[in-house]
Structure formats: structure tokens, C-alpha cells
């Protein structure tokens, strides 16, 4: 996997003690504010680094979710070859029809971009100390040892097997964020589980074989939300740099807003919203599972200098406990060395957790 990402902030040292630690939201919302401060700035400008719109004969896949999920042999059967080479070809697809109403996807965006409208106060109170805790608040990367910071603000939570979200401030009850939030995972979780039955068919697998060895009952589910503010030097910021996502698929809902870019082809390509999809990826843990048949998707979002951004990824993991290991129908005597890491899921998120976000980690970096 190339490490194709503007040079970008070593995570490994501690930010200079004279850095007061500001939400990128605070930063952009100071008047006057013409210039970043020197320590948003990337050595390498991501102009440096453009990204190209997809071409016509090439351009991203689109998946119907409704004829991977339709009782019509014929149609779910071209619907999982189209899945395999979407997965293939790209490791990122965008997702249409997928049976989540509008409004509901509007109220998450809503319900998200208010919980970042808090006070800087009431926001931290969610600051996390460590990866596995169930709700983080937090800027750039890592603030307290990043070195160069990303425009980016975001909050995670983990939503299943058991359910966080950070409760409603008194008097704040339009923000109604737990049952937005628990309702929109609870669908994520069974789309989830359909792609993943029509991913594991797409590989040659029994449609249930993912879902089992994977411990799909059990799994890990992570919602997070990426803010990303106008940034006056857009070209100098970095909103996230090139990197993979832990699990095995991510569902990403954005506003109309384009800033997310795959690695695809050698190039930098940019995935333009298209109204009510969501954009799929592949993930390291199904890069692993599937013997590098699909390998996970390297990814990054750049910032803009007009109107915020927000992106909302929703990761499906293993379970905590589930050691992946390639499926032994995909291992045909070519046993990949890279994929070979026994150490289980927790293990792998904190292994990437403290290693440098910016490399486009994939498996086959993980060894131990
Ligand atoms: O903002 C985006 O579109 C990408 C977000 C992302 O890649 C992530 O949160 O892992
Ligand atoms: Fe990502």
C-alpha cells in the first residue's frame, strides 16, 4: 500500500506546551481570522497533491441496494457481481436505495451539527482519555500529542452491542439527539448486515460466512461525526490525511459538501455527494478476512474555505474479541504473509491508534 498522503503530522510527538488546544469550529468562528495558525500547516500544501473528478469511463460505482436485497435471482445475482467488482476495482462504491428515508438521515446531520454547536464547555465534558471510551469529543487527531493539527473536529461513539450517545444538555430537547441517533444506528446496523451478506456472497463465500466468523451478533459499531469548518487557507489544511478505516465496511452519510477523495488508479479522486446516497468502504478487517481480495479503501477529506462540512461515518467491526483471519476458501495455497496478524480486534485498534495515522495503514503494516 503506497503511502501516497501529503507529508503529514507525526502523531508520535507532543505538540508544543505554548499550543492552547481550540476546536477548528472556535478557530474559524474568530473574526478576522485571514491565516491559519502555523500549526494547521502542512509542509506539503495538499495542492501540491490535486485530486482529479472521476472519468467518465471510470467513474465511481453505484450500488442499488434495492436489487442486492430483491427476491428476483437474476437481479441480486448481477447486484453481488456488481458488489465484487465495486469492491475489487475501487474499494468504495456509493450506496442508493438503500431504504433509510431522508428525513432520517437529514435529522442525524441536524441532530450532530447541534451537538457541535455546544459550548466548548459542555462539549468537553466528552473528552476522552482512551480509544475504547463509549463517547469522544475531540479536535484534529490526537490534540494533546499531535504535532501539525487537522481542521477537523468530531465525536465518536459507540453504538452497539450497547448504545452511547452524549445525553441532551437541559433545555436543548430539539436537539433530540438519543432517539435520532438510536434510530438511525439501528437501521445502519441492519444495512450493515445485508452488505455484508451480498460482500461475503461477492467473494465466493456462503452469504452467512461474514456475519459468522466475524461474530456479526456481537460486533463492534462505531457512529462518528467529522466537522469540518470554512477554513481561510484551504490549500495549507488538512481535514483528514490519507489513511484506511479499522473494521470491515464503513457507511458514510455527508452533507452536500464535497471533501472526501479515494486513492484510486494512482491518482487522487474526488467522491462528490450525490443527494440521499451513502458512500461505502472497504475496511481493514475485510482486507484481511478476504486474503487482500479487497483491499482496504485509502481515504482522505480535504477542507474548503466557504461552508462547513460534516461527514458521519458508521463502522462495522468484528467483535472485540474475533482474531481475523483470511477466509481458508480465499487462501488457495497463496497464503498472503500481510494478512497474517494474530492479535484481536481491540488489540488492532489500539495498535493503530498509536501508530501514525497518515500512512494509509492497512494490514499489511500491522505486524507484530
Ligand atoms: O470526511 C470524510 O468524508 C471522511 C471521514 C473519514 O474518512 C473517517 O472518519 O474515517
Ligand atoms: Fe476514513
Redesign the pocket.
Known sequence: MDTVSPVAPSHQEASSPHIKITSAKTLAESTNLASIPSHYAFTTPTSGDQAVHPDHDDSIPVIDFSLLSSSNPDQRCKAVSDLAKACEDWGIFMLINHGVPESQMKATVDALMGFFDLTEEEKNEFQGKNLLDPIIYGTSFRASVDKVFLWRDFLKMMVYPKFHCPPEPEGMSTVCCTEVLAEYTGKLRKLARELLKGVSESLGLGPGYIDEAMNIDSSLQIL?A?L?PPCPQPELAV??PS?S?IGLL?I?M?NDIS??QVHHGGKWVKVDPIPNAFVVNTADQLEIMSNEKYKSAL?R?VVNNKTT?I?I?FSTGPSLDTVVVPAEQLVDGKHNQATDISMNYKEYMEFKQSTVLHKGLCPNQVKI
Do not use: C, E, I, K
Open positions: 462518528a467529522n469540518y481535514g483528514l489513511h478505516d464503513t458514510l455527508q471533501g472526501l481515504h477529506a462540512r461527514s461515518p
